[in-house]
Antibody, heavy 121, light 108 residues
Framework: QVQMQESGPGLVKPSETLSLTCAVSFSAISSPHYWGWIRQTPGRGLEWIAS???????FYNPSFESRVTISIDTSKRHFSLNLTSVTASDTALYYCARQRSEWYNDAYDLWGQGTMVIVSS | EIVLTQSPGTLSLSPGERATLSCRASQSVIGNYLAWYQQKPGQAPRLLIYGASNRATGIPDRFSGSGSGADFTLTISRLEPEDFAVYFC?????????FGQGTKVAIK
């Protein structure tokens, strides 16, 4: 059973960079799937941020593209998200998730438990 | 960006009843690239339906999805106690992928 686990700082200061990592069990991260980050807030609901293929191909939500970088390290069995210049509006529960297939557009069939990030000085 | 509007906001029903949830897109979702998720408090979303009508692995057959174009429906034929939760639709036809705001299925 493939499992995913997010890790992050919990608290980030405004204007700083948020860095999150998602650890994927076994060698599943090398399988032909897109892996992504999605966040959730009470006000804006669920928002897709970015996705990365096991080969390193990336795909971004235009709303975040100027501030975000997603990357994958199959040797370490994880993928990561960096979000620069954070503000209070980036306070959210961040999930990592796996898309069902090798297609860049597919539903998310596996999710981590989520990591809460608060942006505050 | 494709905006998804779910209705109703809250559906109050009793166990054993039928639930019908709606998801309307601001433009046609080509290829029926529409998914439904269930989320319980403190948990991540769980994929129920993909491709508008295909049940994900391990999902009971009381859950069914239908629709095409811009109008989609999730039906729970007979509500079980564990089905009371929030349900989201998501489109993955046009980037950025977007989610509806959710429908809460509450116990009456």
């Amino acid at each position: 059973q493939v499992q995913m686990q997010e890790s992050g700082p919990g608290l980030v200061k405004p204007s700083e960079t948020l860095s999150l990592t998602c650890a994927v069990s076994f060698s599943a991260i090398s399988s032909p799937h897109y892996w992504g980050w999605i966040r959730q807030t009470p006000g804006r609901g669920l928002e897709w941020i970015a996705s990365v293929y096991h080969t390193g191909t990336t795909f971004y939500n235009p709303s975040f593209e100027s501030r975000v970088t997603i990357s994958i390290d199959t040797s370490k069995r994880h993928f990561s998200l960096n979000l620069t210049s954070v503000t209070a509006s980036d306070t959210a529960l961040y999930y990592c998730a796996r898309q069902r297939s090798e297609w860049y557009n597919d539903a998310y069939d596996l999710w981590g438990q989520g990591t809460m990030v608060i942006v505050s000085s | 960006e494709i905006v998804l509007t779910q209705s109703p906001g809250t559906l109050s029903l009793s166990p054993g009843e039928r639930a019908t949830l709606s998801c309307r897109a601001s433009q046609s979702v080509i290829g029926n690239y529409l998914a439904w998720y269930q989320q319980k408090p403190g948990q991540a979303p769980r994929l129920l339906i993909y491709g508008a009508s295909n049940r994900a692995t391990g999902i009971p057959d009381r859950f069914s999805g239908s629709g095409s174009g811009a109008d989609f429906t999730l039906t729970i034929s007979r509500l079980e106690p564990e089905d009371f939760a929030v349900y989201f639709c998501q489109q993955y036809d046009g980037s950025p992928w977007t989610f509806g705001q959710g429908t809460k299925v509450a116990i009456k």
